[in-house]
């Protein structure tokens, strides 16, 4: 018998109980973990099930461009437009992987030999009969970290004999995550809550927290990169309030800033940016101000690690001489 705590590669999520509208809580489901990977869907139906997935997708996307239309706060902006892109690129289709290029999803019948190791989130609407022992071997050489989910609750009864943890270890795992970051930020005086806008001083010491951990980047990314990637491994994340959301979400755009500043580490982040970097950089209430008066007041504040990163930032982006730099 494989018992949860020996089955800590993939994990298991019940969610019978949305069973009535299961093709649209899956999407519901699949739009916090696009980013992760990609999917395969298992049901009976598969050629209907794609045109079903295809239409929430599309109301999805169109929800969040709503959104982004109704705001003005840049850093919401731009999330929003990254989310709308990479959507908008991802393909549903009704087959096997490989398949196309550009298939983020597959809804089959016929469960494929393997799966490709950026497919981390395995749906099962329904359980062909033809497939049904198959299944079980399958589960067992999907990738590390995988999350099968079921609507037909044929598997939760069983889940003891199956390689399969619950999920709520995954989520186990990025409070553990959490709680380090937390304890490096406090040893370096930095107070997440402190960050949040309903601060009238957020601006500052968000600036502040950024020319600290600049010195000390490496580390600090260390942290970030574990809690981040075990956040992403376990959406959706059950949040208990809106403001453990709101202080995870500063402590991504914290991860993020530092990320865009830290030399070691530009080309990646320029290789995976969607939007203007002067655009992404800048706060809404601030953005009229220009990147070189942001640079400017830095240094008038003492803020010398952040001022200098900036000045490196711009000068790589605009093709200076030190773009040819090699990082």
């Known amino acids: 018998m494989t018992t949860h705590s020996a089955a800590s590669r993939h994990y298991f999520e019940d969610r019978q109980r949305h069973m009535a509208t299961a093709t649209a809580d899956m999407m519901r489901h699949f739009a916090y973990r696009y980013l992760n990977g990609k999917a395969l869907v298992l049901t009976g139906q598969p050629e209907a099930v794609q045109r079903q997935a295809e239409r929430q997708w599309l109301r999805q996307s169109a929800t969040l461009q ?40 597959w809804i089959t019948d016929i469960l494929p030999d393997r799966l490709p190791t950026t497919c981390r989130s395995l749906y099962l609407l329904d359980i062909p009969a033809s497939e049904r022992r198959r299944l079980k071997p399958f589960v067992i050489r999907a990738p590390r970290h995988a999350l099968l989910v079921d609507y037909t609750g044929a598997i939760a009864p069983r889940l003891a004999n199956w390689p399969l943890s619950p999920k709520s270890d995954l989520e186990a795992i990025v409070l553990n995550a959490w709680h380090e970051l937390e304890a490096y930020l406090h040893r370096h005086e930095i107070d997440l809550p402190s960050l949040l806008p309903h601060n009238p001083d957020h601006f500052e010491l968000f600036d502040d927290a950024l020319d600290t951990l600049l010195d000390t980047g490496s580390q600090f990314l260390k942290h970030a990169y ?27 755009l914290l991860t993020k800033r530092v990320s865009a500043l830290t030399p070691s580490i530009f ?42 990163a900036l000045e490196l930032y711009v000068s790589l982006r605009q093709g200076g001489p030190l773009a040819a730099l090699s990082v």
């Open 226 to 252: 574990q809690f981040q990637d075990a956040l992403q491994l376990a959406e959706p994340f059950p949040y208990q309030n809106n403001r453990q959301r709101e202080t995870f979400d500063i402590a991504g």
């Open 66 to 105: 709503q959104l982004r239309s109704a705001t003005t706060d840049a850093n919401d902006i731009l999330e929003l437009t990254v989310r709308i892109t990479r959507m908008q690129r991802t393909g549903i289709v009704a087959g096997r992987p490989p398949g196309p290029a550009s298939a983020g999803m």
């Open 267 to 308: 080309n990646r982040y320029f290789s995976n940016l969607e939007e203007s970097d002067e655009f992404f950089l800048q706060d809404g209430a601030r953005a009229e101000a220009g990147m070189s008066r942001q640079i400017a007041r830095h240094y008038a504040r003492g803020r010398k690690r952040l001022a200098a």
